[in-house]
Each structure stands twice: as structure tokens, then as C-alpha cells.
């Protein structure tokens, strides 16, 4: 074959597979463009993830570091030059711009602070720049300060609802630490109820058994150690079945310990609901209650039986007693939040639940004077909503 021929034979391969190649790429083109959408599609998606990722840099408030990085994407969102962020102490971040713009947003978010919608002010490097309030709580507590020449109508009407976006983002956040201060309130309120009641009887039975049976008294000490130990933990708004368990049986063997062959304990628990994750003193204060309040009064005590019941996509817990019981009334004002010092646990309980669940995941009680107190709560095997 000669030399011409196998040079023809090579330039039309790499033609051909030049060809297919074009090919390729021009399909993975259009495939591409279907895939992304419209041009308006390809907007509002840009739009809405540029808000995202701003969004959670807010959180923290406007004086948090997190902020210089939110100004990024608002910049880009508003599609300016420079852009401030400013709170009542002035400029917290700037993304874009010189020295002269920091010192104009200065001047720009102090108007801003008085102002009552958005304003055009002029900077001395010939750029204009759009002020608007950010406005948490009905007063002024921040301003965005966009800089652009010319600014066009357009970005004076965005920058107005950025701000007021902005605002939102800042009220969120401080909502967010609002329920997780309260969420920790609820936590030292059960633990309080805890400490008094329960430690001083404990610290009794254990110095009963001191003398006459000193290995007893050693046990209960370490039971002791456990219960406290997991009861006032510092870290975790959740915990297990099998954790909440394990400081229950602590619980009751001191318990038991004060009360001999008065108290009697039953439990069903189903192995596929260890590791159900629950929030962290859920069950426990359930226990103490039928312990203090259905079974102490008993001159012959009674028996309690906790069950967790595997329910599919559902855990079910129920503390049952059979004590002196509660007026089905005054069950009913507990849970609707009724003032009441004696059942503290129960009530807060059932507010975590819903907070964390909702309204249909709320503690549900079955009793009445003279018949005992039976408990129920349910909950997703799902990991829960953050508090």
C-alpha cells in the first residue's frame, strides 16, 4: 500500500472521529440546555440558590463574621457594583468597591437608619448608591447599601426587598435561639424538678443500707453516679430508647431501694426500638410522676409497666401505674398548660413532643381517681426536626 494511500486512510479517520466527536459535545449541548431549562428557569433557579446560600449566613445576626460571606451572594443577587451590609454600629461587610465606597456606605447606612424606604445618594467617585432599612421588630437595626452607575429603577425596587428579606432572615435567626433557649429552659425545669425531691430520698435509702448491707449501699451508689450523671449532662437535645432506658433502670433500682417489695416494675421493650432517637428526658420524668405521684401515696405501693412497642415507622412508649389516679380534668388542664407544680414533668413533656413532632405527636393520657394513670407517646423512627 502506498505511502499517499495510508495517509488518505489516516486524515479520514480523524475526520470521522472528529465528527463524532462534534456530535457529542453538540448533543450534550442540547441535552445540557433541556436539563437547565428556559432562560427564566435558569434565572429563578439562580436567583433562589444565591438566597439560600445568603441565607445562611444571616442566622447569626448581622454583627456575626458569617455576614461578610452572605454580602457575597447578595451582590450577586442584586447584580451591583459593591455592596454593604451595615448594623447600628455601621459597615459589617462590603463585598466589591474601593476604600471610597466603605466610607460612602458609612455615611449611606447611617441615612438609612431614619429612613422609611429605599434612597438614591450619591457617592463621591461618581458611583450612585441604593440605601435601604433593614427593620426587625418595627425599628431600624441595619441598612444594604448598593452601589451602581447608573442605578436603574429596577435595582433601587430589588434592593428594597432584599432588605426586608434580610430583616426576615435576621428574625429567623433570632426565633431559632429563642426555641433553643427555651427548649434548654424546659430541659433545667425537669432537672430542677429532679434534684430536690428525688436526690434526698435517694441519698436516705443509700445510708439505710450502710451498715447492714454495705454492698448494697455500694451498688446503689453507682446507680446513683449513673442516673445523676445522664440526668444533668451538658451536651445533646436528644437521646436513645436504650439510653433513656438504661437512667430509668438506675432510677428505679434507688427507688426500689426506698420502697422493698412495695414497688414492682414490668417491662416490654421491643429490640427494634433501642435506637429509636427520642428528646433527651422524655421518659424518665414519665416515671418519676407515676413513682411520686400514683404509687408513693399507696400504702401498699403498686406496680409500674413500661412498654415500647415497635409500630413500623413508629415508636410507642406508655408508662402505666397502678396508683391513686388524676381527675381526668385536671389531666386535661395540665396538658392545655394550666398552672400546676406537681406535674411539672408531665406538661413539659408533652410540650417538647409537639414542639419537636407537631400537634398530633403530644403525650396522651388515660386515668381517673382510684384507677390508675396510664401514659402513651408516639414518635418517627425519623431523625426529628432540629430545636
Given at each position: 500500500?502506498?505511502?499517499?494511500?495510508?495517509?488518505?486512510?489516516?486524515?479520514?479517520?480523524?475526520?470521522?472521529?472528529?465528527s463524532?466527536?462534534v456530535?457529542?459535545?453538540?448533543?450534550?449541548?442540547?441535552?445540557?440546555?433541556?436539563e437547565?431549562?428556559t432562560?427564566a428557569?435558569?434565572?429563578?433557579?439562580?436567583?433562589l440558590?444565591?438566597?439560600?446560600r445568603?441565607?445562611?449566613?444571616?442566622?447569626?445576626?448581622?454583627?456575626?463574621?458569617?455576614?461578610a460571606?452572605?454580602?457575597?451572594?447578595?451582590?450577586?443577587?442584586?447584580?451591583?457594583?459593591?455592596?454593604?451590609?451595615?448594623?447600628?454600629?455601621?459597615?459589617?461587610?462590603?463585598?466589591?468597591?474601593?476604600?471610597?465606597?466603605?466610607?460612602?456606605?458609612?455615611?449611606?447606612?447611617?441615612?438609612a437608619?431614619v429612613?422609611?424606604r429605599?434612597?438614591?445618594?450619591?457617592?463621591?467617585?461618581?458611583?450612585d448608591?441604593?440605601?435601604?432599612?433593614?427593620?426587625s421588630?418595627?425599628?431600624?437595626?441595619?441598612?444594604?447599601?448598593?452601589f451602581?452607575?447608573?442605578?436603574?429603577?429596577g435595582?433601587v425596587?430589588?434592593?428594597?426587598?432584599?432588605?426586608?428579606?434580610?430583616?426576615?432572615?435576621?428574625?429567623?435567626?433570632?426565633?431559632?435561639?429563642?426555641?433553643?433557649?427555651?427548649?434548654?429552659?424546659?430541659?433545667?425545669?425537669?432537672?430542677?424538678?429532679?434534684?430536690?425531691?428525688?436526690?434526698?430520698?435517694a441519698?436516705?435509702?443509700?445510708?439505710?443500707?450502710?451498715?447492714?448491707?454495705?454492698?448494697?449501699?455500694?451498688?446503689?451508689?453507682?446507680?446513683?453516679?449513673d442516673?445523676?450523671r445522664?440526668?444533668f449532662?451538658?451536651?445533646?437535645?436528644?437521646?436513645?430508647v436504650?439510653?433513656?432506658?438504661?437512667?430509668i433502670?438506675s432510677y428505679?433500682?434507688?427507688?426500689h431501694?426506698?420502697?422493698?417489695?412495695?414497688?414492682?416494675?414490668?417491662l416490654?421493650?421491643?429490640?427494634?426500638?433501642?435506637?429509636?432517637?427520642?428528646p433527651?428526658?422524655?421518659?424518665?420524668?414519665?416515671?418519676?410522676?407515676?413513682?411520686?405521684?400514683?404509687?408513693?401515696?399507696?400504702?401498699?405501693?403498686?406496680?409500674?409497666?413500661?412498654?415500647?412497642?415497635?409500630?413500623?415507622?413508629?415508636?410507642?412508649?406508655?408508662?402505666?401505674?397502678d396508683?391513686?389516679?388524676?381527675?381526668p380534668?385536671?389531666?386535661?388542664?395540665?396538658?392545655?398548660?394550666a398552672?400546676?407544680?406537681?406535674?411539672?414533668?408531665?406538661?413539659?413533656?408533652?410540650?417538647?413532643?409537639?414542639?419537636?413532632?407537631?400537634?398530633?405527636?403530644?403525650?396522651?393520657?388515660?386515668?381517673?381517681?382510684?384507677?390508675?394513670?396510664?401514659?402513651?407517646?408516639?414518635?418517627p423512627?425519623?431523625?426529628?426536626?432540629?430545636?
Amino acid at each position: 500500500m502506498s505511502e499517499s494511500v495510508v495517509i488518505a486512510i489516516v486524515a479520514g479517520v480523524v475526520v470521522g472521529l472528529a465528527s463524532v466527536a462534534v456530535l457529542l459535545v453538540a448533543r450534550r449541548l442540547v441535552l445540557g440546555s433541556r436539563e437547565l431549562g428556559t432562560d427564566a428557569e435558569q434565572a429563578t433557579y439562580t436567583t433562589l440558590h444565591l438566597a439560600s446560600r445568603a441565607a445562611t449566613h444571616l442566622r447569626g445576626g448581622l454583627d456575626s463574621p458569617e455576614v461578610a460571606r452572605a454580602a457575597k451572594h447578595l451582590r450577586a443577587l442584586l447584580g451591583c457594583t459593591t455592596l454593604a451590609i451595615a448594623d447600628e454600629n455601621g459597615v459589617v461587610a462590603i463585598d466589591g468597591g474601593t476604600e471610597e465606597h466603605a466610607a460612602t456606605a458609612e455615611r449611606c447606612a447611617a441615612a438609612a437608619l431614619v429612613a422609611s424606604r429605599p434612597e438614591i445618594m450619591r457617592s463621591p467617585d461618581g458611583f450612585d448608591a441604593v440605601v435601604a432599612p433593614i427593620r426587625s421588630g418595627g425599628r431600624p437595626v441595619g441598612a444594604i447599601v448598593a452601589f451602581e452607575s447608573p442605578v436603574r429603577a429596577g435595582l433601587v425596587r430589588a434592593t428594597g426587598e432584599v432588605a426586608e428579606w434580610v430583616a426576615a432572615q435576621v428574625d429567623l435567626g433570632e426565633l431559632d435561639a429563642s426555641r433553643a433557649a427555651l427548649a434548654e429552659a424546659e430541659v433545667r425545669a425537669l432537672r430542677a424538678q429532679i434534684s430536690p425531691h428525688f436526690i434526698y430520698n435517694a441519698l436516705n435509702a443509700i445510708a439505710s443500707f450502710i451498715n447492714t448491707d454495705p454492698a448494697k449501699a455500694r451498688e446503689l451508689v453507682l446507680e446513683f453516679a449513673d442516673f445523676t450523671r445522664y440526668s444533668f449532662r451538658r451536651h445533646g437535645d436528644f437521646t436513645t430508647v436504650a439510653e433513656e432506658l438504661r437512667s430509668i433502670h438506675s432510677y428505679l433500682q434507688l427507688e426500689h431501694a426506698r420502697f422493698g417489695e412495695r414497688l414492682t416494675v414490668t417491662l416490654q421493650v421491643a429490640p427494634e426500638v433501642l435506637s429509636t432517637v427520642i428528646p433527651f428526658l422524655s421518659v424518665q420524668p414519665l416515671v418519676e410522676n407515676a413513682v411520686r405521684h400514683g404509687l408513693e401515696a399507696r400504702e401498699n405501693g403498686g406496680t409500674i409497666t413500661i412498654i415500647a412497642r415497635d409500630l413500623g415507622s413508629i415508636t410507642e412508649i406508655s408508662v402505666e401505674d397502678d396508683g391513686v389516679g388524676i381527675d381526668p380534668e385536671v389531666a386535661r388542664s395540665i396538658l392545655a398548660g394550666a398552672p400546676n407544680a406537681e406535674h411539672v414533668g408531665l406538661r413539659n413533656v408533652d410540650a417538647r413532643l409537639r414542639q419537636v413532632y407537631g400537634e398530633g405527636h403530644g403525650l396522651v393520657v388515660e386515668t381517673n381517681v382510684g384507677s390508675g394513670t396510664l401514659v402513651r407517646l408516639r414518635v418517627p423512627k425519623s431523625q426529628p426536626r432540629p430545636v
